[in-house]
């Protein structure tokens, strides 16, 4: 899918409304329109990447900065991992093969109690 008719490309620019969580010049993080969990956040670079099968090494450090991105996000809903039973789950699924529905680049963050609807 192209750029142009990317559904995350438009959420990202605001032509699609969201609930974002967090926004800077590099990514945009909502929440989740069919949530598996109680907290499930997609976070998306702005720059348009099909998958993680179309990233080059050129890619390297927006995706560090991306997990990086995700470890703050999961302190800031606070899931993050502090002892005990506490942490989340990161998932990047990734064509058909994968379950990916949407072909713009995101990681899934979830947390929260089991039973989670999907991906659990
Ligand atoms: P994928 O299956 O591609 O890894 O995940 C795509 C996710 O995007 C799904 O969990 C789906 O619920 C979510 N999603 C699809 N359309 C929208 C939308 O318009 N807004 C939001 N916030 N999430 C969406
Ligand atoms: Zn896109």
């Known amino acids: 899918m192209s750029h142009d ?4 490309c438009k959420i990202a620019a605001g032509e699609i409304p969201s609930t974002k969580v967090h926004e800077d010049d590099e990514f ?5 329109i069919r949530p598996a969990a109680e907290t499930h956040v997609l976070i998306i670079p ?9 990233v080059t090494p050129e ?3 927006m995706l560090g900065r991306m ?3 995700v470890s703050k996000l ?3 809903l606070g899931v993050a991992y502090t002892g005990g039973e506490t942490g989340f789950r990161t998932v990047f699924n990734t064509g058909p093969g994968g379950g990916q529905e ?3 680049i995101h990681a899934h963050l979830l947390a929260g109690p ?4 999907r991906m659990g």
């Open 5 to 8: 008719n990317c559904l995350f």
């Open 102 to 104: 949407v072909y713009h």
């Open 67 to 69: 997990l990086v991105l």
């Open 28 to 32: 945009v993080a909502f929440r989740d």
């Open 46 to 54: 702005r720059k348009h990447i099909e998958t993680l099968s179309n």
């Open 59 to 61: 890619d390297a450090p």
């Open 114 to 117: 089991r039973p989670w609807l």
């Open 74 to 76: 999961a302190d800031k």
